[in-house]
C-alpha cells in the first residue's frame, strides 16, 4: 500500500496567518491526490482533487501543488473556520490511502 | 441536495456480526462508484472498500477482505456493507461516501456516519 505522510502533525497559528501542510508518498503518484478538512464531529470535506484543483464552494483562500510524491495544501489569510483537520488522500492505485492528518489550531 | 444518510452501527461483540446501510437522495446512485470510508477514535480516515456502479466490481483493504461485503441495490438508492467476524480493530465511524469519477477517485460527498463499536 501507499504510505501518504504528513507534516508537520500539528500546527499552530493565528488569523490572518498563511500555513503549508506537506504531504510525502511513498512511491510516485502522479497528481492523484486529493485534500480534506475535517471538523470534529463531521465528516472530512473535499477541498482540493488531482493536486491542484479547487472543489466547486472551496474558498480560493486553498490551494494546492505538486506531482509525483510531493505535495502541499497552502492556506494564506487564516480565518476562524479554517482551524481544523486536515487530510491528504492518493488514490493512484488500491488501497486508496490516507495521512494520518495535520491538525491546525489557534494559537 | 445531495445527501447520505448512514444507519445501522451499534455495539457488538467481538466475532459478531452488522449489517451498514446508506440511503442516497438528490443524485442517482446508478451513476456513481461508492464507498465505505471508517475513522477510528482520534485516528485519520480509512478507506475500506468501494463498488463499480453496476455492482460487478469491488475492492477491499486487505484488513476487511473475506469479513465484509460491499453491496448495492440502485433500485432502492441504497448501499450496504455487511460486517462479519468483527475485531475491536473494526471499531470506528464508518462513512458512505460517493466517488468524484469512476473508480479509485476523492470523495466528494460524505454521510454524516454511524459508529461501531466492538467490544465484550
Known amino acids: 500500500a501507499i504510505r501518504m505522510t504528513q507534516s508537520p502533525s500539528s500546527f499552530s497559528a493565528s488569523t490572518g496567518d498563511g500555513i503549508t501542510i506537506n504531504c510525502r508518498a511513498s512511491?510516485?503518484?502522479?497528481?492523484?491526490v486529493a485534500w480534506y478538512q475535517q471538523k470534529p464531529g463531521r465528516a472530512p470535506n473535499l477541498l482540493i482533487y488531482g493536486a491542484s484543483t479547487l472543489q466547486s464552494g472551496v474558498p480560493s483562500r486553498f490551494s494546492g501543488s505538486g506531482s509525483g510524491t510531493e505535495f502541499t495544501l497552502t492556506i494564506v489569510s487564516l480565518q476562524s473556520e479554517d482551524f481544523a483537520t486536515y487530510y491528504c488522500?492518493?488514490?493512484?492505485?488500491?488501497?486508496?490511502?490516507f495521512g494520518q492528518g495535520t491538525r491546525l489550531e489557534i494559537e | 441536495e445531495v445527501y447520505l444518510v448512514e444507519s445501522g452501527g451499534g455495539l457488538v461483540q467481538p466475532g459478531g456480526s452488522l449489517r451498514l446501510s446508506c440511503a442516497a437522495s438528490g443524485f442517482s446512485l446508478s451513476n456513481y462508484w461508492m464507498s465505505w470510508v471508517r475513522q477510528a477514535p482520534g485516528k485519520g480516515p480509512e478507506w475500506v472498500a468501494n463498488?463499480?456502479?453496476?455492482?460487478?466490481?469491488?475492492h477491499y483493504v486487505d484488513s476487511v477482505e473475506g469479513r465484509f461485503t460491499i453491496s448495492r441495490d440502485n433500485a432502492e438508492n441504497s448501499l450496504y456493507l455487511q460486517m462479519i467476524s468483527l475485531r475491536a480493530e473494526d471499531t470506528a465511524v464508518y462513512y458512505c461516501?460517493?466517488?468524484?469519477?469512476?473508480?479509485?477517485?476523492?470523495?466528494?460527498?460524505w454521510g454524516q456516519g454511524t459508529l461501531v463499536t466492538v467490544s465484550s
Open positions: 512511491q510516485a503518484i502522479s497528481s492523484y
Open positions: 488522500q492518493q488514490y493512484s492505485s488500491y488501497p486508496i490511502t
Open positions: 463498488i463499480r456502479q453496476d455492482g460487478n466490481e469491488k
Open positions: 461516501a460517493r466517488e468524484r469519477l469512476v473508480g479509485a477517485t476523492d470523495f466528494d460527498y
